[in-house]
């Protein structure tokens, strides 16, 4: 297929794509989500989509697995142009499938039935169980895969419902997977058996589609990328084209000088929050001080019950033991609303499912810390509410062009900072990020992490909760490791670094 040059597709890479898309547009009514993107993608290679939360990157991959409709431009699948993917069922017949970074499963079906759901294979108007349950073990023995056909679906980890996904993909003999954020609550040994597995997927000639926010995963996955930014087309790139910095430039349309706010170094002298003997069934003799000042962080891997512990200390799961306090004094928190009332303010990493009303307004979202506040002889002033949406939509840079509209429709980035807004909004003495940055492009990043300065240089006390070992670092003057809920080393200034966080870790 001829590509002419205003498609700025890269000349050196010449393979025949399996996908190209030329010139796409997406409106939602006077929005224009994507305009004049290109991508191709080619068998047995791995193209990376790149771009800020809101680029369009979404909106591209619903467009190609049939969730929704292009407004206009090209699809051509092996050098011929189609129509519209006009569902899913296109999408999956065409030989496209997606694996979601919030796994899209039927949880309370066996993994045999999900494997199958749509698709069951037949016998005399029955379905054929065993010719189902051998083509199910054929592809998980080909994944290297120990998982109980016959398992309900929520019973099983993150990753192993991600590879059940992949299995799926297989099955149905998909020609293009796309992963979207696979990464994002997996753990080191996680990441690693699901690269070797795309990996296994680019020599069986499959194509891939890979979306990520983490940079140093994108050169060990792909082989070129595409950047899109603000639904825009910024280019096709082959792997070491361009550096780490001049990538993220081409994403956020600015340059970023750094990654991280610059540390503080002096001694920290003043406790203002402090945790004593605390245990339950999660955590044991748990003790700890947060001083004036000072950003503390918390790593360890999944299973360390970091989560579980502020929990704990929050009110969410009982304790048998422990004391709090605030300032030398003793608090009791006995629930999140008593926690809150009393200063403690503890910013969930599952935002989705803990943290965000997904179908209400960003006005209903960032006010509910603020309910009794906002009103007189117990109604909500809409006035109040406005004006209190209005502030933090400005301060947290969150992109949108109303307070009214659905949470669940904003990209990532901006769903966290409506979360944040919503903490910083009940004026706390004390704040506890639970992994800030999840699935938040490398700009929002930059701009969360200032406004987490921002609330340390305000008197606020900072913890960080977090399995980025970069972000722990950059960000933190102290770091508490745990393993099975009890800690481990308290690292710090000077002993900030990966190799001793491991160490400890392990």
Request: charged fraction near 25%; charge should be positive.
């Amino acid at each position: 297929m001829i590509l002419d040059n205003k498609n700025n597709f890269n000349e050196k890479i010449t393979d025949n794509p399996l996908l190209v898309l030329k010139n796409i547009n997406k409106s939602f009514g006077s929005i224009h989500a994507l305009k004049g993107v290109n991508l191709r993608a080619f068998k047995g290679k791995a193209m990376g989509i790149l771009g800020e939360n809101g680029a369009g990157k979404s909106t591209l991959m619903n467009i190609l697995s049939g969730v929704v409709q292009k407004t206009s431009g090209e699809l051509y699948w092996n050098g011929s142009l189609r129509n519209n993917l006009k569902s899913v069922k296109d999408a999956e017949q065409m030989g496209v499938s997606i694996i979601h970074q919030e796994i899209n499963c039927f949880n309370d079906m066996s993994v045999i039935d999900n494997l199958f759901a749509g698709h069951e294979k037949s016998k005399f108007g029955l379905i054929d169980y065993k010719s189902q349950k051998k083509l199910a073990k054929s592809v998980f023995s080909s994944l290297n895969l120990n998982i109980d056909l016959n398992e309900v679906m929520n019973k099983l980890t993150i990753a192993e419902q991600q590879m059940v996904e992949i299995a799926k993909s297989i099955l149905r003999r998909s020609k293009l997977i796309i992963f979207d954020e696979p990464t994002s609550s997996l753990s080191k040994t996680e990441v690693e058996a699901l690269f070797k597995t795309i990996k296994d997927l680019k020599n069986d000639g499959v194509a891939i589609c890979y979306i990520s926010h983490k940079l140093e995963e994108i050169p060990i996955v792909c082989d070129f990328i595409t950047i899109i930014r603000d639904g825009n087309y910024i280019g096709e790139f082959i792997i070491g084209e361009l550096n780490e910095d001049q990538l993220i430039s081409k994403m956020v349309g600015r340059e970023i000088i750094e990654k991280y706010p610059s540390k503080s170094n002096k001694n920290f002298e003043r406790i203002i929050f402090k945790v004593e003997n605390l245990s339950n069934n999660f955590v044991k003799n748990i003790n700890f001080e947060l001083y004036e000042g000072e950003i503390l962080g918390f790593s360890g891997l999944i299973g360390s019950q970091r989560t579980e512990l502020f929990k704990s200390i929050i009110g969410l799961i009982p304790k048998n033991s422990g004391k709090v306090f605030l300032k030398n004094k003793e608090i009791i928190l006995r629930s999140v609303s008593s926690s809150i009332k009393k200063g403690i303010y503890y910013v969930t990493e599952d935002r989705k499912n803990d943290g965000l009303l997904l179908y209400d307004s960003i006005r209903k979202n960032i006010s509910l810390s603020m309910l009794l506040k906002i009103s007189t002889f117990g109604f909500i002033s809409n006035k109040k509410e406005k004006v209190l949406a209005k502030s933090f939509i400005n301060k947290m840079s969150i992109k949108t062009t109303s307070s009214e509209n659905i949470v669940g429709s904003m990209s990532g980035g901006n769903q966290q900072k409506v979360l944040l807004a919503r903490a910083f909004a009940a004026k706390p003495k004390i704040m506890i990020f639970d992994e800030p940055s999840r699935g938040v492009d490398v700009g929002s990043r930059r701009e969360i992490y200032d406004l987490i300065y921002k609330a340390k240089d305000s008197g606020i006390g900072v913890i960080i909760i977090s399995s980025d070992l970069p972000e722990i670092i950059g960000l933190c003057n102290r770091v508490i490791v745990m393993k099975k809920g009890r800690i481990t080393s308290n690292l710090t200034q000077k002993s900030v670094n990966p190799e001793e966080i491991m160490k400890f870790s392990i």
